[in-house]
């Protein structure tokens, strides 16, 4: 009996440690890789024993059930487990710089990207979120694959996120404009709702009494909603501090204009009445499309802009298209096909109201492209996002201070 009861017990630990190499980032799911290679040892081992001691065809196949039941149990259990995953945030360095010394007032950056690396809490808590508020829910069998697909496109980027560096090249830029000496400028994250709270916690703890949110997104999302649900029970603690959101950024007459330049830019050898545009949005999921109305008509107000000064440049409007990375129709390949087929021999695909580079961005957009297979004599180029430009900055300071004068 005793072989039988260390044959389950070694499938079961070999159907979680499956499921740790696929969650686990690299150095923890070498470990699992090595705790699987032990639970198969022992398991063939304890299979030859239960063969030499039995001798028969049905023990072999009762032990056959017992390794399939038990690497199940093992497989579905860890999977299960994996939204616990999503447990309490720490702060980061990020969001504590305020604390270095005393300010009368802050501006914090709600930057919407990834975290630097991989993490499987960040990935548990958007499937949580997706769950919860988006009606997308992933079996608990598949779960374990979404993780390992989240951690192979950061293997494809070398490990790192692009977002977050560029997200704090950004805030340093705000930080130095005369008009925010005497404001502290810190970073908070979407991907971790917490850190939003923890962040106005930190600039109130440094004396500032009125503090400006600058969403650096969609204006309305899931995840901002998580952050801003999270905030206000410490808003309703802190009496002497006032937390205003700033207006969208996307609301910006100048980054209209600024997008336009860096699309001619890029297509400055060719003549406008042969230029195509793809405006790439972020997109959402149909719930959330359906129930953050105002971010679709921000991101509308700003594209049609940017369509209505292209043709002021010379480029035939019809051959400006609106497309999305994810969830939302058109998708890129459709516009950039749709657009190649109007005549256009240089598309230029320009994220619009994309403040900072994703993995999406990274990946799937010049993937959509190539899926896309514009002929030979069509030249596409892929604009990045917003990142650090000096216009975003500025239209930053703008929401800011404007949300400074609203009393």
């Not at 993490?119 to 374990?144: F, H, K, M, W, Y």
């Not at 800011?400 to 609203?406: P, Q, R, S």
Request: glycine letters at 6%; one cysteine or more; aromatic letters at 4%.
């Amino acid at each position: 009996m005793l072989h039988w009861l260390a044959l389950l017990t070694a499938c079961v630990l070999f159907g979680a440690a499956v499921v740790a190499i696929l969650v686990l980032p690299r150095g923890t799911s070498a470990l699992a890789t090595l705790l699987a290679l032990a639970t198969v040892l022992g398991m063939a081992n304890l299979m030859g024993v239960i063969s030499s001691r039995y001798d028969s065809p049905a023990a072999m196949i009762g032990a056959a059930a017992v390794l399939i039941a038990g690497v199940s149990s093992g497989y579905g259990i860890a999977a299960s487990a994996l939204p616990h995953l999503a447990g309490p945030a720490h702060p980061t360095p990020d969001t504590l710089s305020a604390t270095a010394r005393t300010v009368d007032s802050g501006v914090l950056l709600l930057s919407c990207t990834e975290p630097d690396q991989y993490s499987p809490r960040s990935v548990a808590l958007r499937q949580s979120l997706l769950s919860r508020g988006a009606e997308i829910d992933v079996p608990a069998n598949v779960l374990p694959f979404v993780f390992f697909a989240e951690k192979a496109r950061y293997r494809t980027v070398g490990g790192l996120a692009p977002g977050p560096i560029l997200a704090r090249r950004l805030a340093a830029i705000v930080a130095e404009a005369p008009d925010m000496s005497a404001r502290a400028v810190t970073l908070a994250w979407c991907h971790s709702p917490t850190t939003l709270r923890t962040a106005v916690t930190a600039q109130a703890a440094a004396g500032a009494s009125r503090i400006a949110v600058v969403v650096l997104g969609q204006p309305e999302s899931g995840p901002l909603d998580e952050a801003r649900t999270k905030l206000d029970p410490v808003l309703r603690e802190l009496r002497d501090c006032e937390v205003v959101f700033g207006s969208s950024i996307w609301n910006d007459q100048q980054l209209a204009d600024r997008l336009v330049e860096r699309i001619l830019e890029a297509a400055s050898s060719t003549l406008p009445d042969r230029i195509g545009v793809v405006l790439v949005n972020e997109g959402c999921p149909p719930v959330w499309e359906r129930r953050y109305t105002q971010t679709s008509v921000t991101e509308n107000y700003f594209n049609q802009r940017v369509r209505a000064r292209l043709g002021d440049a010379g480029i035939d409007e019809k051959c400006v298209r609106v497309a999305w990375i994810d969830w939302q129709n058109p998708d890129v390949t459709e516009a950039v096909r749709h657009v190649a087929a109007l005549g256009s021999t240089s598309i230029v695909v320009a994220p619009s109201t994309i403040a900072l580079p994703t993995l999406e961005t990274a990946l799937d957009l010049r993937h959509a492209v190539r899926l896309a297979r514009v002929p030979d004599n069509v030249r596409v180029v892929v604009l990045p996002p917003w990142g650090d430009d000096d216009v975003l900055a500025d239209a930053i300071r703008r929401s800011a201070n404007e949300a400074f004068e609203e009393r």
